[in-house]
């Protein structure tokens, strides 16, 4: 006696969408090797970011004049007031949570 899945199994019909199956794999995955070896190959033949070096309209001028308070709020400066010395100028935002975080270790340098 044979049972419907034995038919299923020995039907020469079933394994047609079996193989129609497998090979819709194997096309995908042979798509997502290509398609990931274009990406990797992309990836490695650029140059990195850290090696471009943007023209900048202010290099070699002398800066703008700038002045406001102190981070601790103590006082008022001037950029004229530091002509010829180094001077770290750090624009910040209450809301960035970076320069939140980065404003202790200012402190700490100064």
Do not use: H
Request: hydrophobic share 40%; net charge positive.
């Amino acid at each position: 006696m044979t049972t419907l899945s034995d038919q299923a199994v020995t039907d020469g019909e079933a394994e047609v969408p079996k193989r129609r199956r497998s090979r819709v794999v194997l096309y995908t995955s042979v798509a997502v090797a290509v398609l990931l070896a274009v990406l990797i190959t992309l990836l490695a033949s650029t140059k990195p970011s850290s090696n471009s070096v943007t023209a900048s309209p202010l290099i070699g001028k002398a800066a703008p004049a700038v002045s406001g308070t102190s981070v601790t709020g103590t006082g008022r400066y001037t950029l004229s007031g530091y002509v010829g010395k180094w001077v770290l100028l750090n624009f910040s935002a209450s809301w960035c949570v970076p320069c939140r975080d980065e404003t202790p270790q200012l402190l700490a340098f100064q």
